[in-house]
């Protein structure tokens, strides 16, 4: 049970933006800038940062909310974003990928146990400066969101078949006011 | 010195809000509607949150910002040390100690938050927005003092160069200045 009275019925996220739209506005344009641009790092590599940093954060609801919005735009291959999870040093995704997980990894804990060895490498596997920002702002981001969605003690859906429903809104929609506003999916 | 280019006039957060300013704008409105729009909670109280949650992340340059502020605000440098120091013992409401434990137990994940601090926070006193936006300020500044840290941004040791940035968070707030920062070059 929420914390408190978020005077709603939506999951996660979407309860406490409900229930403070004013704040909730602003939160969903950073979502949409930083999760869906498309210059630098693709849409999926951006979910897959947040869906790592969330399970780093053991926030259930964001890391399966954001691990499926990844999926979609793979091309369903849910494999991968598993992989990810598991072991991204391992996965089959590209070595700069890879140097851009291991420093959300690090903000995760804290900005100061990012390294300039942990930048260098990033670099020499073709990371822009756009990419490295992008890569720190999007762990910075989601610490501030799983801590939301926890710190109000928000509900997470345990049917897992819902996850990729709503995935399926955000992936069609965006992020935004839709957020908070668009209807769970049934 | 910082992971990536920031001009060098602009130390700390301030680079990094110029380096990327569509990403920059939701930010900043988020932190003037969170900690200078209307509230049950005084400018003060919600400059202690910001405070003790960059403390508690050792994030200096914010730390040292958030107290200039907050002693401005209050015209007093006792309340800040203090609440740095131990918040029960330090000089603030029933209510702010409460609600500055919730915050210190977002500092630490979503997940620490108890029902129990959210209890005593309500004894004493505190709504439920006052405990939703205790818990999305701690937040925000989980997300701030990664961003700074993580580009490892310059943090100044001149304590007259936060004195300057404490009276334009009191004067101006955390909207972008509209003449731009030009004007701070030597």
């Known amino acids: ?186 | 010195m910082p992971y990536i280019p920031l001009e060098e006039h602009l130390p700390g957060i301030t680079g990094l809000l110029e380096y990327r300013k569509d990403t920059a704008a939701p930010i900043r409105e988020l932190t003037q509607i969170l900690l200078r729009g209307p509230s049950t909670l005084t400018e003060g109280e919600r400059e202690l949150i910001a405070t003790i949650v960059s403390h508690r992340n050792e994030c200096k340059f914010c730390t040292t910002a958030h107290t200039a502020a907050v002693d401005i605000l209050l015209g007093e440098e006792n309340t800040s040390a203090k609440v740095k120091q131990d918040i029960m013992t330090a000089p603030v409401s029933d209510k702010m100690k409460a609600l500055l434990t919730i915050a210190a137990q977002v500092q630490q994940s979503g997940k620490s938050v108890t029902t129990e601090s959210v209890q005593k926070a309500k004894d004493a006193g505190a709504t439920d927005l006052e405990i939703h936006d205790t818990v999305l300020i701690a937040a925000l500044f989980c997300l701030y003092n990664r961003y700074v840290d993580g580009l490892s941004t310059v943090t100044p040791t001149d304590p007259a160069y936060y004195k300057g940035l404490g009276e334009r968070l009191k004067n101006h707030g955390y909207n972008r200045l509209p003449q731009g920062y030009d004007h701070l070059k030597k």
């Open chain 1, 1 to 186: 049970m929420p914390h408190i009275n978020l005077k709603n019925d939506l999951p996660g996220i979407r309860s406490a933006m409900a229930y403070s739209p004013k704040t909730a506005a602003p939160m969903g344009v950073l979502a949409e800038i930083l999760l869906r641009s498309n210059k630098g790092l693709a849409p999926a590599e951006r979910e897959l940062i947040g869906m790592y940093v969330s399970y780093l954060n053991d926030c259930f609801y964001c890391h399966h909310s954001h691990g499926e919005i990844a999926c979609i735009y793979l091309d369903g291959d849910r494999e991968l974003v598993e992989q990810v999870r598991k072991d991204y040093n391992k996965a089959p995704i590209p070595d700069k990928l890879k140097s851009l997980l291991a420093i959300a990894a690090k903000v995760q804990q804290g900005g100061k146990f990012v390294t300039a060895e942990d930048v260098e490498r990033a670099r020499e596997n073709g990371a822009t400066d756009m990419d490295i920002h992008d890569a720190v702002l999007i762990a910075a981001a989601f610490c501030m969101f799983n801590r939301y969605v926890d710190g109000l003690a928000t509900t997470a859906p345990t049917d897992m078949s819902s996850y990729p429903l709503r995935a399926k809104q955000v992936a069609e929609n965006g992020y935004g006011s839709h957020i908070y506003t668009a209807r769970q999916p049934a």
